[in-house]
Each structure stands twice: as C-alpha cells, then as structure tokens.
C-alpha cells in the first residue's frame, strides 16, 4: 500500500524558512518523479517543484529561487525547503508521487499526501 505523509509546517513569522518533509511508505519512491504542490485559501492546487531519483529538479516559474526541492533516498523522503516566507506564501503545501514525467501538474502523480498547513504571520 503506497502511503504519503507530510510533516513540519506550522506557523511561522514572516521571513522564516520551514522545510516540509514527505514519508512515503510502499512502492510510490520508485517512481520516476515526484513534487510538491500548493493551494492557497480559496485557491486551485498548482505544482511549484519536482525532482527525479537521479535528483534532477524542476520547479515553476513563479518559485523564483524561494523553495528547493530535494529527497533523501535512504530514507524514502522528500523535503521542500522554504526560504523568506510572507503571508502570501500562506498554503496547504502536499507532496505527490508517481509520475513518469517531470512534470508540475496534478493529473501526472498517482499518490497524495494528506498535505501539511503552513501559515505565515506578518
């Protein structure tokens, strides 16, 4: 049974740096690609990055330099570091897995984590 789980969001100040991280649990880390995706209050789910096994990354163009993605293979995990947060950065964040392509869109991934909440506070 392939399971994702989030973990290391909450509250932060604006300007802090938290670092998401994803379990994933079953066959879902030998997929291709997987990535993190936001949604923002009354907002759509969109990919921001995605990263291979071989550790090649892609991320959208509104990230501009402010998440890293990067996965721990020993231990079957994926992180989304956050750099200089402000409330706008407000989302659900959730990893997903799964995909054969390098892709940012939700239809590519099979597997979903329940997603972790981060809040940023001016």
């Known amino acids: 049974q392939v399971q994702l789980v989030e973990s290391g969001g909450g509250s932060v100040q604006a300007g802090g740096s938290p670092r998401p991280s994803c379990a994933v649990f079953?066959?879902?880390?030998?997929?291709?690609?997987m990535g993190w995706f936001l949604q923002v209050p009354a907002g759509e789910r969109e990919g921001v990055a995605s990263?291979?096994?071989?550790?090649?990354?892609n991320y959208a163009y509104s990230v501009n330099g402010q998440l890293t993605i990067s996965q721990d293979n020993a231990k079957n995990a994926l992180y989304l570091q956050m750099n200089s947060l402000q409330p706008e950065d407000t989302a659900i964040y959730s990893c997903?897995?799964?995909?054969?392509?390098?892709?940012?869109?939700?239809?590519?991934?099979?597997?979903w984590g329940q997603g972790t909440q981060v809040t940023v506070s001016s």
């Open positions: 079953g066959h879902a880390y030998s997929s291709s690609y």
């Open positions: 997903a897995a799964g995909s054969v392509v390098p892709s940012l869109r939700i239809t590519a991934y099979n597997y």
């Open positions: 990263i291979c096994l071989g550790g090649g990354t």
